[in-house]
């Protein structure tokens, strides 16, 4: 069993993803590392990897779903699933948030409602046909947090048994 040892939080804008993220490093002390659009140099193979204790707001999965709503081809060189595994071995939980009450903010943001709702719903297919790596949580859902809560500590405490 791989201990939880960094935490990728992704979603479409506006669903709640860096309040998360500090909630979450409150919690477990951990740092974070916020990427935003890449530059044309990043590369997405080496440059998500993130070290122990991190905790990413954001990550490669947004390269995915974001150069959809651009019309552009995403710039990820291998496939989804190698890199899902890169971050299981890590011992890296991928979580995807998604506000079921969500109502859109005009936040001078460089998308549109229309697009993040395609945003949306496109997490939610990337979470229906990965659910065995990522988790999908409504960050408002007390129950859901918790559960969730419950779940990286008893990772870690199983992780940490003598003898496993």
Same mark, same amino acid.
């Given at each position: 069993?791989?201990?939880?040892?960094?935490?990728?939080?992704?979603?479409?804008?506006?669903?709640?993803?860096?309040?998360?993220?500090?909630?979450?490093?409150?919690?477990?002390?951990?740092?974070?590392?916020?990427?935003?659009?890449?530059?044309?140099?990043?590369?997405?193979?080496?440059?998500?990897?993130?070290?122990?204790?991190?905790? !990413?707001?954001?990550?490669?999965?947004? +390269?995915?779903? =974001?150069? /959809? *709503? @651009?019309?552009? #081809?995403?710039?990820?060189?291998?496939?989804?699933?190698?890199?899902?595994?890169?971050?299981?071995?890590?011992?890296?939980?991928?979580?995807?948030?998604?506000?079921?009450?969500? !109502?859109?903010?005009?936040?001078?943001? +460089?998308?549109? =409602?229309? /697009? *993040? @709702?395609?945003? #949306?719903?496109?997490?939610?297919?990337?979470?229906?046909?990965?659910?065995?790596?990522?988790?999908?949580?409504?960050?408002?859902?007390?129950?859901?947090?918790?559960?969730?809560?419950?779940?990286?500590?008893?990772?870690?405490?199983?992780?940490?048994?003598?003898?496993?």
């Amino acid at each position: 069993m791989t201990k939880i040892n960094s935490i990728i939080v992704e979603g479409a804008d506006q669903q709640g993803k860096s309040t998360f993220c500090r909630f979450l490093s409150g919690l477990l002390g951990w740092k974070i590392v916020h990427y935003g659009l890449p530059e044309k140099w990043f590369d997405f193979d080496k440059d998500y990897m993130i070290d122990p204790g991190w905790i !990413s707001d954001r990550n490669f999965i947004s +390269e995915v779903v =974001y150069s /959809q *709503i @651009r019309g552009e #081809k995403n710039r990820l060189k291998k496939d989804i699933m190698y890199m899902l595994g890169r971050f299981a071995e890590r011992g890296t939980l991928v979580i995807i948030l998604n506000r079921t009450n969500w !109502s859109f903010e005009d936040r001078s943001e +460089e998308f549109t =409602y229309c /697009q *993040i @709702r395609k945003a #949306k719903t496109l997490y939610e297919e990337f979470t229906k046909e990965y659910e065995e790596q990522v988790r999908m949580i409504d960050p408002e859902d007390y129950e859901q947090v918790m559960n969730l809560l419950k779940y990286i500590s008893h990772e870690n405490l199983q992780a940490s048994k003598p003898g496993e």
